[in-house]
């Protein structure tokens, strides 16, 4: 299975698992134009930390390379490991607090949540329990210190971050002030955080999913779910300095619950579930260039059965993976779109 896909500015990265031998293992794809690809050098596992079935591998990018993380979707005594490269064909344990990543965070256990890269470096969220949230920081994706953050005390977590050219954003969920636990946080530079109040009024459950720059703005996607049906409309996140947010409902266009969105030099593109049954599972890919209209350039019946898993964006291509039905079982699989006029 793919799980993550970055685009580097030289080509793209893909993370994932793959059946082989006796079981699956850990994989990593390298191309330079999503069409073409390479098996990486995948990372050694720490002897104490095998690999097992249940890690979820993902990435995130900046000038300085490229930051693979994972962590056990199942087992919380399993801290996560942080790994970088420069090339995506070869990686190296990151470093925390000058040790190697697995033995800085095995006790007791660090758990990333989500990793992040912006032009001054890599911010990751994570926490030793539940409603925990620690910062680490990265200038190079290699070696990381664990933030001395101010953070307004929650009950809750950080569980997603974006870097962009004016700080952090992060969201999660905050359940000190109310029954509603959604929440934003925004940070100039890593250290100092701010809760963001969302102006919404409407009678629904705000849900923020993924967050992209896009010419100096920042444009994220999700829900506004209703209170009364449990019913999601995917909704637009907009905001030019993380503070004021504007969330409108799409008209003519993705319909259900956003998930992912990603941003290459003249489009934005998101995934959408229409399928209240299934929203964590995106069946339908939308694009929309600058100035114009909101245009499904993939559906269902594209992907058939396939779960899919990651979203990059180039100047001119979009890519997304998953695992895919073949005659005689499932493999990992990448879908590429070619905008026309390249």
């Given amino acids: 299975m793919v799980e993550d896909i970055v685009f580097t500015g030289a080509g793209f990265i893909a993370s994932g698992e793959i059946n082989e031998g006796a079981g699956a293992g850990p994989a990593i794809w390298v191309s330079p134009d999503g069409s073409s690809w390479q098996r990486a050098t995948v990372p050694e596992s720490p002897?104490?930390?095998?690999?097992?079935q249940s890690n979820l591998w993902q990435l995130a990018t900046a000038d300085a390379g490229t930051v693979l993380w994972r962590f056990s979707m199942f087992d919380d005594e399993k801290p996560s490991v942080v790994y970088h490269s420069t090339d995506g064909l070869t990686w190296s344990e990151a470093t925390l607090g000058g040790l190697p990543w697995s033995a800085a965070a095995a006790d007791p256990p660090h758990r990333v949540h989500a990793l992040a890269g912006s032009p001054s470096g890599f911010v990751a969220?994570?926490?030793?329990?539940?409603?925990?949230?620690?910062?680490?920081?990265?200038?190079?994706?290699?070696?990381?210190?664990?933030?001395?953050?101010?953070?307004?005390?929650?009950?809750?977590?950080?569980?997603g971050i974006a870097g962009w050219g004016g700080g952090w954003i992060s969201w999660g969920w905050d359940c000190a002030t109310g029954s509603v636990c959604e929440a934003i946080w925004h940070s100039p530079d890593g250290v100092t955080w701010t809760e963001i109040a969302l102006d919404w009024s409407g009678d629904d459950y705000v849900i923020l999913r993924s967050v992209v720059e896009h010419h100096d703005s920042l444009v994220g996607v999700g829900s506004l779910v209703s209170k009364a049906t449990g019913r999601g409309e995917a909704a637009l996140f907009t905001s030019t300095d993380g503070f004021a947010w504007e969330i409108t409902v799409f008209g003519a266009g993705p319909e259900g619950s956003g998930l992912t969105i990603a941003a290459g030099a003249d489009m934005v593109v998101l995934t959408a579930s229409s399928d209240q049954e299934a929203l964590d599972r995106p069946g339908d890919i939308w694009m929309m260039r600058d100035g114009g209209e909101?245009?499904?350039?993939?559906?269902?019946?594209?992907?058939?059965?396939?779960?899919?898993?990651?979203?990059?964006?180039?100047?001119?291509?979009?890519?997304?993976?998953?695992?895919?039905?073949?005659?005689?079982?499932?493999?990992?699989?990448?879908?590429?779109?070619?905008?026309?006029?390249?």
């Avoid at 002897?47 to 097992?52: A, E, G, N, Q, R």
């Avoid at 039905?325 to 493999?331: E, I, L, N, T, W």
């Fill in 294 to 342: 909101w245009v499904r350039i993939a559906s269902d019946e594209t992907f058939g059965n396939a779960a899919l898993h990651g979203l990059a964006v180039s100047e001119d291509r979009v890519l997304t993976g998953g695992l895919a039905d073949f005659d005689g079982g499932s493999a990992p699989a990448l879908w590429l779109w070619i905008t026309p006029d390249s």
């Fill in 47 to 52: 002897s104490d930390y095998p690999y097992f």
């Fill in 125 to 159: 969220v994570g926490g030793r329990t539940e409603t925990e949230t620690v910062i680490y920081a990265s200038a190079d994706g290699a070696t990381w210190t664990e933030v001395d953050a101010e953070i307004p005390a929650t009950i809750g977590r950080m569980e």
